[in-house]
């Protein structure tokens, strides 16, 4: 079955500096995987995803992300965090010899301070 | 940029009455999901649909749930007889036939049981 671990619920940073979002999975096939960003009372957004190709993955709002195979991590970056980046960001996974579904990670709230 | 639309945005309903949460997903989109989240949880899945029948679906999804697609443009979840702890926000999400163009999310219904 496949699975997400989120390890940190949250995160802080200071404005200005780099942020790392830290997600693992458990797949039995090839994993498709993606970030959401949920900020209150809204849905979710769409952030940026990785199906195949190149492992460093560039998204929405300058964020980026690594598929390490090795490792089974897909680790969201930004060089220079924002105060406006303050939300829950979610990691997904489908795995390819599974269904259609997403299996979401639990979530970690960024907290980016001035 | 094409959105999936769900409505209404927040339902208020008494323990024991039947509520139905409507979607309209992206046109051209074949695959339809609806995930929930109750409140500072992880999102989970709830069921898939394709080809006007349901593809997958979660332990959650037991016999007070039920979707349909009765018009070629709406996708609805009714739950039968409403329990307190169905309250929660309800996510409805669209898919293409190709992985490559993720999963778009509504922005969600958020449900309370009184």
């Known amino acids: 079955a496949q699975s997400v671990a989120q390890p940190e619920d949250q995160v802080n940073v200071a404005e200005g500096n780099p942020l790392t979002v830290k997600c693992t999975y458990s797949?039995?096939?090839?994993?498709?995987l993606f970030w959401y960003v949920q900020y209150p009372n809204r849905g979710l957004q769409f952030l940026l995803k990785?199906?195949?190709?190149?492992?460093l993955v560039k998204g929405s709002y300058g964020f980026e992300a690594e598929f390490n195979k090795s490792q089974t991590s897909f680790h969201l970056k930004k060089p220079s965090a924002l105060v406006s980046d303050s939300a829950l960001y979610f990691c997904?996974?489908?795995?390819?010899?599974?269904?259609?579904?997403?299996?979401f990670g639990g979530g970690t709230r960024l907290m980016v301070k001035p | 940029e094409p959105e999936v639309t769900q409505t209404p945005s927040h339902q208020v309903t008494q323990m024991g009455q039947e509520v139905i949460l409507r979607c309209v997903p992206i046109?051209?989109?074949?695959?339809f999901y609806w995930y929930r989240q109750i409140l500072g949880q992880k999102v989970e899945f709830l069921v898939s649909?394709?080809?006007?029948?349901?593809?997958?679906k979660s332990e959650i999804f037991d016999d007070q749930f039920s979707v349909e697609r009765p018009d070629g443009s709406n996708f609805t979840l009714k739950i039968r007889s409403t329990k307190l702890e169905d309250s929660a926000m309800y996510f409805c999400?669209?898919?293409?036939?190709?992985?490559?163009?993720?999963?778009?999310f509504g922005s969600g219904t958020r449900l309370t049981v009184v």
């Open positions: 999400a669209s898919s293409d036939r190709t992985i490559n163009y993720g999963y778009t």
């Open positions: 797949v039995s096939g090839n994993p498709y």
């Open positions: 990785y199906i195949t190709g190149d492992n």
């Open positions: 997904a996974v489908r795995d390819s010899n599974a269904g259609n579904m997403l299996t």
């Open positions: 046109s051209n989109h074949l695959y």
């Open positions: 649909f394709y080809n006007n029948e349901i593809s997958e």
